[in-house]
Protein backbone atom coordinates (compact mmCIF):
# COMPACT_ATOMS: atom_id res chain seq x y z
CA UNK A 1 0.00 0.00 0.00
CA UNK A 2 1.33 3.42 -0.58
CA UNK A 3 0.14 6.43 1.46
CA UNK A 4 -1.24 9.74 -1.24
CA UNK A 5 -2.70 11.76 1.15
CA UNK A 6 -2.39 12.62 5.06
CA UNK A 7 -4.93 14.68 6.67
CA UNK A 8 -7.14 15.47 9.51
CA UNK A 9 -10.33 16.87 6.91
CA UNK A 10 -12.92 13.94 6.80
CA UNK A 11 -14.36 15.20 4.19
CA UNK A 12 -11.46 15.21 2.04
CA UNK A 13 -10.83 11.57 2.75
CA UNK A 14 -14.41 10.37 2.25
CA UNK A 15 -14.18 12.58 -1.45
CA UNK A 16 -11.04 10.54 -2.20
CA UNK A 17 -12.40 7.35 -1.21
CA UNK A 18 -15.35 7.15 -3.75
CA UNK A 19 -12.82 8.65 -6.17
CA UNK A 20 -10.69 4.94 -5.54
CA UNK A 21 -14.49 3.42 -5.73
CA UNK A 22 -15.74 4.75 -8.43
CA UNK A 23 -12.06 3.40 -10.48
CA UNK A 24 -12.25 0.18 -8.79
CA UNK A 25 -9.13 0.95 -7.15
CA UNK A 26 -8.88 -0.76 -3.05
CA UNK A 27 -7.99 2.05 -0.59
CA UNK A 28 -7.38 1.90 2.87
CA UNK A 29 -8.09 4.50 5.58
CA UNK A 30 -5.85 4.12 8.15
CA UNK A 31 -5.25 5.47 11.65
CA UNK A 32 -8.94 6.01 12.83
CA UNK A 33 -8.86 4.14 15.13
CA UNK A 34 -5.93 6.32 16.74
CA UNK A 35 -8.51 9.27 16.05
CA UNK A 36 -11.61 8.07 17.77
CA UNK A 37 -9.41 7.01 21.48
CA UNK A 38 -7.45 10.88 21.21
CA UNK A 39 -10.87 12.44 21.11
CA UNK A 40 -11.35 13.22 17.67
CA UNK A 41 -10.07 16.28 18.63
CA UNK A 42 -8.27 16.22 14.68
CA UNK A 43 -4.56 15.76 15.99
CA UNK A 44 -3.65 12.82 14.28
CA UNK A 45 -3.89 12.96 11.14
CA UNK A 46 -5.56 10.12 8.89
CA UNK A 47 -3.61 8.33 5.74
CA UNK A 48 -5.17 7.44 2.87
CA UNK A 49 -3.64 4.16 1.16
CA UNK A 50 -4.09 2.39 -2.13
CA UNK A 51 -3.04 -0.80 -3.65
CA UNK A 52 0.70 -0.28 -4.42
CA UNK A 53 0.40 -1.48 -8.29
CA UNK A 54 -2.05 1.29 -9.11
CA UNK A 55 -0.89 4.40 -6.77
CA UNK A 56 0.44 6.26 -10.10
CA UNK A 57 -3.43 5.82 -11.61
CA UNK A 58 -4.82 6.76 -8.25
CA UNK A 59 -2.87 9.56 -7.82
CA UNK A 60 -3.59 10.81 -10.91
CA UNK A 61 -7.22 10.26 -10.06
CA UNK A 62 -6.43 12.28 -7.45
CA UNK A 63 -4.88 14.77 -9.17
CA UNK A 64 -7.35 15.56 -11.93
CA UNK A 65 -10.06 16.01 -9.47
CA UNK A 66 -7.99 19.29 -7.81
CA UNK A 67 -6.61 17.25 -5.31
CA UNK A 68 -3.22 17.31 -6.41
CA UNK A 69 -2.28 20.10 -3.15
CA UNK A 70 -3.03 17.04 -0.79
CA UNK A 71 -1.05 14.56 -2.31
CA UNK A 72 2.25 13.24 -0.36
CA UNK A 73 5.26 13.74 -2.27
CA UNK A 74 6.15 10.30 -4.13
CA UNK A 75 9.29 9.37 -2.33
CA UNK A 76 8.02 9.24 1.51
Same mark, same amino acid.
Given at each position: ??? !? /????? +? *? !???? +??? #?????? /???? /?? %??????????????? =???? *??? %? =??????? /? !??? +?????? #? =???? =?
Amino acid at each position: MHE !L /IRTND +A *V !LLSF +AES #LMKDAG /IHCL /IA %DQGMSILEGSLGMLP =RRFL *VEG %D =RADEARR /I !LAD +AGLADE #L =RDED =R
